[in-house]
């Protein structure tokens, strides 16, 4: 696990997708100049990519996707939009089993297993992942990961407060 800065993450990220190549332009809107997760990130590169490329291969006609990043109540919240074909209500709760695909998107490329997946991994860093979607209008997936504000004492520290720091970071209370 890394502390990591979730919107240099994102900024990074969002460079990768060319709108000349992928279609869609990326829309990234922040609250703040940083926000602070701890993460693997080899894991948190499933969680972004996979909601990211699906709103890219479902957003229909509109070409835009609203990227955002805040932080409160203790997480990182990140909110993907697209304003495309969106799910159907009844479709809504099969969404993260495993290799299920909507009506709406079967035309589409895909397995089904990406948002299974983002649902275990997000669980393993102790967030969670939640969809809102309507049938022709668009989906948005939001995904919170728990948000550790960046810390004061600068790392690697040093002296004394090296050793309480450390101390902490290896027996975290339970
Ligand atoms: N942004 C979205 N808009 C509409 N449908 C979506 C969106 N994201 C995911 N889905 C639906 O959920 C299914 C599962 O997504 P996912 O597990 O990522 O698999 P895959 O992308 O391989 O199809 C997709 O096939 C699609 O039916
Ligand atoms: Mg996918």
Redesign the pocket.
């Known amino acids: 696990m890394t502390t990591m800065d979730l919107v240099a993450y994102i900024q990074a990220q969002l460079r990768r997708f060319d709108p000349a190549v992928t279609g869609p332009d990326f829309v990234l809107a922040t609250d703040a100049s940083k926000c602070t997760v701890v993460a693997d990130e080899r894991l948190l590169e499933q969680v972004v990519a996979?909601?990211l490329?699906?709103?890219i291969?479902?957003?229909g006609d509109c070409p835009r996707i609203d990227v955002s990043i805040a932080a409160g109540g203790g997480a990182a919240v990140l909110r993907?939009r697209?304003y495309?074909?969106?799910?159907a209500a009844d479709e809504i709760p099969k969404?993260f089993a495993r290799f299920?695909?909507?009506s709406?998107?079967?035309h589409?490329?895909?397995?089904?297993?990406?948002?299974?997946?983002?649902n275990e991994l997000v669980a393993t860093h102790g967030g969670t992942i939640a969809v809102d979607?309507e049938l022709g209008r668009?989906?948005t997936?939001t995904v919170t990961l728990p948000h550790r504000p960046a810390a004061a004492t600068p790392w690697p520290p040093t002296g004394a407060a090296a050793i309480s720091a450390t101390t902490v970071r290896r027996h975290p209370p339970p």
């Open positions: 996979n909601p490329s699906n709103a291969k479902c957003s993907v697209d495309g074909i969106g799910i969404l299920f695909r909507t709406s998107a079967r589409l490329p895909g397995t089904g297993i990406g948002l299974n997946l983002v979607s668009g989906t997936f």
